[in-house]
């Protein structure tokens, strides 16, 4: 299990200076003792970042999980690629990821593998089916990929079956 920085400070942990102020308000007016109110604040302080920093840690843990596994697949396709077009600093990865319903969530990453020269212009990307059927053709405009960037150009949730196979197109 690997841990990121932000599983234990995001600006979702906002909410706990939030609580942890109405738990001190509360203490104060109530008219406890200040010991009280400093232990008291201080338990429900611990109490509340372990409760929200739980299911922050999760969400982060899958989407940075998903993040890796789809550089992964940017940098595979590169190394493929690699000597053999034109432009092979230029490299799409479509990955899709199951969820316990069955469903699945396609994400679409570009990437710049270039050390000097900047993309501007537009990336074409057709999604193909186990049988072969074009499942979503997407032109994406306007895209911009700084030397070494690798980002998410779109993601997008389906029921019906998972890509297999994908071809893209960089043209500026």
Do not use: C
């Not at 550089?71 to 899709?96: C, F, I, M, P, R």
Request: hydrophobic share 40%; proline share 2%.
């Amino acid at each position: 299990m690997a841990l990121y920085p932000e599983m234990f400070l995001s600006k979702w942990h906002l909410i706990i200076v939030f609580l942890t102020g109405i738990v001190l308000f509360g203490l104060i007016i109530g008219g406890y003792s200040k010991k009280t109110i400093i232990s008291s604040t201080i338990k429900w302080l611990v109490a509340i970042y372990i409760i929200v920093t739980v299911p922050i840690a999760l969400f982060t843990m899958d989407a940075k999980h998903m993040e890796e596994e789809m550089v992964a697949g940017l940098d595979e396709v590169y190394q493929t690629n690699k000597g053999k077009v034109e432009n092979d600093h230029l490299v799409a990865y479509v990955g899709s990821f199951e969820d316990e319903d069955g469903d699945f969530e396609v994400k679409i990453y570009g990437g710049n593998y270039d050390n000097s020269e900047k993309f501007s212009g537009n990336v074409t990307i057709l999604i193909y089916g186990e049988d072969g059927s074009l499942l979503k053709e997407e032109t994406y405009e306007g895209i911009s990929l700084e030397p070494g960037d690798r980002i998410e150009l779109d993601n997008y949730f389906t029921t019906n079956e998972a890509p297999v196979r994908f071809q893209y197109a960089f043209e500026g």
